[in-house]
């Protein structure tokens, strides 16, 4: 993998096409940390999972979205218990 996040295995997919995606460097900074600490492989494989996230619950609406950040930002303080992806996906899906 190399240091902007693509992976080579990305490119030999059958099942993907690229697209060409502007943004500031704050949002590519943003981007970056968030994939190198949410694990994610590749800058690739974090945005595929945000695009299918924001297609496939299109629902989530901005004060869902606040009141998840704030539960994050109370974890990270030791205020809060984390919670699985998955629980945050069934939490939208009941809404």
């Known amino acids: 993998m190399s240091e902007t996040g693509t992976n080579d295995s990305d490119v030999d997919d059958p099942e993907t ?9 704050r949002q ?5 940390a968030a994939w190198k600490e949410e ?14 996230d924001a297609t496939e619950h ?6 869902m979205l606040a009141s998840i950040a704030a539960e994050e930002y109370a974890m ?3 205020e809060s218990e ?3 992806r998955d629980e ?8």
């Not at 590519?28 to 970056?32: K, Q, V």
């Open 82 to 84: 984390a919670v699985s």
């Open 17 to 25: 096409t690229t697209i060409n995606v502007r943004v500031t460097e």
């Open 28 to 32: 590519l900074a943003e981007i970056d």
């Open 58 to 63: 299109p629902g989530a609406s901005r004060d």
């Open 39 to 52: 694990g994610y492989t590749s800058r690739s494989e974090f945005l595929r999972h945000a695009i299918r």
């Open 76 to 78: 990270r303080k030791g």
């Open 88 to 95: 945050v996906v069934e939490l939208i899906d009941d809404t």
